[in-house]
T-cell receptor, first 111, second 115 residues
Framework: GENVEQHPSTLSVQEGDSAVIKCTYSDSASNYFPWYKQELGKGSQLIIDIRSNVGEKKDQRIAVTLNKTAKHFSLHITETQPEDSAVYFCAASVNDYKLSFGAGTTVTVRA | DAGVIQSPRHEVTEMGQEVTLRCKPISGHDYLFWYRQTMMRGLELLIYFNNNVPIDDSGMPEDRFSAKMPNASFSTLKIQPSEPRDSAVYFC?????????????FGPGTRLTVL
């Protein structure tokens, strides 16, 4: 099955700086790569996703890049704000409904 | 819409007891997923349903776990008998097949503690 590794496990950044989270996956057939944000006491929420026919996608301060050859994808958050503090999960899927998640990255934005 | 609703939010029980977790998906969604989140293993898919039918239960850890979806608006995850290693946060998620837009919407989770 699919194996997704996510790094780092924790990330502390100064407000206004950028944050980068990296994930690798094992199944070359995977073609859907969502990122979820989990705030304390809440369920995860999709923040951005990318499909294998696209190399990069951007939504305001959030961007995701995908390198299918190397089987890795990354989340970039620019101009971080305190409300960006949360746990972020990457995921990969062949059929876009059976998701395999990474272990999560706890992001702390220092004011 | 109220989103995915899970109950209870917190459950504390003793080893050997039966535990039932409940989920109400978003109306109109045709997929329902049960996940378990632990520090050691992260977020794992246990089972998912499509149109109330279980499609893949390969993530269910053992026979002590069972899940049902008697109708489109309700699902249960049951653990009998419960063990301390079952302590985790259990999430339910639902999704509507819209072709290329397939976000899963997660509930707030049930934090289960088995003593």
């Amino acid at each position: 099955g699919e194996n997704v590794e996510q790094h780092p496990s924790t990330l502390s950044v100064q407000e206004g700086d950028s944050a980068v989270i990296k994930c690798t996956y094992s199944d070359s057939a995977s073609n859907y790569f969502p990122w979820y944000k989990q705030e304390l006491g809440k369920g995860s929420q999709l923040i951005i996703d990318i499909r294998s026919n696209v190399g990069e996608k951007k939504d305001q301060r959030i961007a995701v890049t995908l390198n299918k050859t190397a089987k890795h994808f990354s989340l970039h958050i620019t101009e971080t704000q305190p409300e960006d503090s949360a746990v972020y999960f990457c995921a990969a899927s062949v059929n876009d409904y059976k998701l395999s998640f990474g272990a999560g990255t706890t992001v702390t934005v220092r004011a | 819409d109220a989103g995915v609703i899970q109950s209870p939010r917190h459950e504390v029980t003793e080893m050997g007891q039966e535990v039932t977790l409940r989920c109400k998906p978003i109306s109109g969604h045709d997929y329902l997923f049960w996940y378990r989140q632990t520090m050691m293993r992260g977020l794992e898919l246990l089972i998912y349903f499509n149109n109330n039918v279980p499609i893949d239960d390969s993530g269910m850890p053992e026979d002590r776990f069972s899940a049902k979806m008697p109708n489109a608006s309700f699902s249960t995850l049951k653990i009998q008998p419960s063990e301390p290693r079952d302590s985790a946060v259990y999430f339910c998620a639902s999704r509507k097949d819209r072709g290329t837009y397939n976000e899963q919407f997660f509930g707030p989770g049930t934090r289960l503690t088995v003593l």
